[in-house]
């Protein structure tokens, strides 16, 4: 599993908060930033976020370890240096320089047979710097078949005042050591450290099926299948880029960039959400908890991986302050036969179209 398999709650009050903004013309879309705004402060400027590494005992009884022997030769500052070669560059990128996280040596935890991760993890946030907000935590042993790669957290309570460290937020990363084996050698894979990191800033899981043997079902967002541009290309070591809705999450768009459709529908000529800049989402309400997010991505960049551009449409649901999983609407998984020019997609009482230069029209349907 990356990340928790339950939605991301996103409530309380917040002295050191971002705001996101968009035009408030729909209930259910101003809900839903209000709901996300308290958290924007996580994903925006210079993080510090301390490095640690949890040394598990040969005889250790936790079930995630399973028994497994190795134990890789890990230590903080090493892998402070892996990280921000490729996890800051992956995020300042994503997040066109309004995000960078700064990846610094913590220290080494000795875990004790009948510990788990947390209690690794609650060392960590205890030992770190006051100024750190947030930390990764690695463990030197890998975890047995059929459990999760990591977790994480974007806060657990949000914290009532400046400077929103660690001590504070309980922010974090765990993740087990398969991603550091040596059989990597020097360039491991980043992906799922990027997915928990994502975690880490608020963002919630999308094409994810938790009845699905492999429940991460989406090529298209960090959020989802991770390993997805390895899988088409085994020298690609980072993760999809992400959806327009975690943007939104991390306060990277603003009111230019979404249009909310009036009742009655509309036309827009979409930018890639990806960009920086240009109307890059359309909302369409669809009922009091949920509406539809239509955005161009492009097979470039972090999404080389993708067969072709196109339109994206996904479901976006709340339950109450909660953004459940965000579903995609278009295609089967991996969902990467995006929308062309000329296609139509009738779903949850709007049809949408899409024309020439990625102009996308919309039309209310009892469909």
């Known amino acids: 599993m990356r990340g928790r398999w339950l939605g991301v ?17 729909d209930p259910t879309f101003d809900s839903f930033l209000v709901a996300v705004a308290p958290g924007a402060w996580r994903a925006n400027g210079e993080e510090r976020i301390e490095v640690w590494v949890c040394h598990v005992p040969p005889d250790t009884t936790a079930g995630v370890y399973g028994g497994l022997p190795l134990r890789l030769a890990l230590t903080p500052a090493e892998l402070a240096t892996v990280l921000a070669g490729g996890v ?29 991760p947390q209690a690794c993890i609650d060392e960590a946030i205890s030992g770190a710097a006051t100024h750190t907000r947030a930390v990764i ?33 309980r922010r974090f990363v765990y993740i087990g050591a398969s991603d550091f084996h040596p059989d990597w050698g020097a360039d491991p894979p980043l992906d799922l450290v990027e997915h928990e990191l994502g975690h880490a800033l608020g963002w919630v899981h999308s ?19 991770s390993a997805a541009p390895r899988e088409i290309d085994p020298e690609r070591r980072d ?4 959806l327009a809705v975690q943007r939104l999450i991390a306060g990277w768009l603003t009111a230019a960039d979404v249009l909310v459709a009036p009742p009655g529908g509309g036309s827009a000529t979409l930018q890639p959400s990806t960009g920086s800049e240009g109307l890059r989402l359309l909302v369409l309400p669809v009922d009091a908890v949920s509406f539809l997010a239509v955005e161009v991505l492009t097979a470039d960049g972090f999404n080389a991986h993708l067969p072709a551009d196109g339109v994206a449409v996904h479901r976006v649901t709340l339950d109450g302050s909660t953004v459940l999983p965000i579903e995609p609407l278009a295609g089967s998984p991996p969902f990467t036969d995006l929308l062309q020019p000329g296609e139509l997609l009738v779903s949850h009482g709007w049809s ?16």
Not at 93 to 113: K, W
Not at 148 to 158: E, H, I, N, V
Not at 211 to 223: E, G, K
Not at 239 to 242: F, G, I, L, N, R
Request: proline content about 8%; aromatic content about 8%.
């Open 88 to 116: 800051a560059a992956y995020f300042e990128t994503v997040s066109h320089g309004q995000y960078s996280p700064r990846f610094v040596a913590g220290g080494e935890v000795q875990m004790t047979e009948a510990d788990e």
């Open 137 to 169: 935590v690695v463990a030197d042993a890998e975890h047995a078949a059929g459990q999760p790669g990591g977790f994480s957290s974007g806060g657990d309570p949000f914290p009532a005042d400046p400077p929103c460290g660690v001590a504070q937020s």
């Open 207 to 225: 094409g994810f099926d938790a009845t699905a043997t492999i429940p991460y079902l989406s090529a298209l967002d960090v959020m989802s299948n």
């Open 239 to 242: 993760a999809p880029d992400t």
């Open 9 to 25: 709650v996103l409530t309380g009050v917040v002295a050191c908060s971002g705001t996101t903004t968009a035009t408030p013309s």
């Open 352 to 367: 949408i179209t899409v024309g020439d230069g990625w102009r996308v029209s919309a039309e209310p349907t009892s469909a």
